[in-house]
């Protein structure tokens, strides 16, 4: 387990998500490797909302509070994966401007990037379960 420990998304099912390598202000490393269940077709290609998933989660833990959710984010997808594939994804924290922090996230299966993107998160005062209500 990487120390610091996170403050988020501590209950997340890390075989869907990725397991957390290295964490420290504003950076973490995660990664994934495909399994079956995330197959879209007989030939063993991963659906992109997995990689996504792991995108996800190492921008969440690049910010790492745990009232930090996504606000959206911008990806392009550039090559496939398919099951059995250890992907790794690095999350740096790009800006912040008050409670909002923009983070750019690059996923790669060894030399060869699978996405890229930049996510916009928020931090907010509650939980977003308390906040939306």
Known sequence: MPDPLPHTHLTIDRSLCGEPLELSPGRARVALVTRGEMAADERGL?????????????????????NVVLGAAEVRFLAPCVVGERLVAEARLDGEEGSKKRVSVEV??????????LFTCFVLLTHVLDASR
């Open 108 to 117: 790669r299966r060894d030399a060869t990037v699978l996405l890229r993107g």
């Open 46 to 66: 991963v659906h992109g909302g997995f990689v996504f998933g792991l995108a996800d989660y190492a921008a969440m833990l690049a910010v790492d509070h745990p």
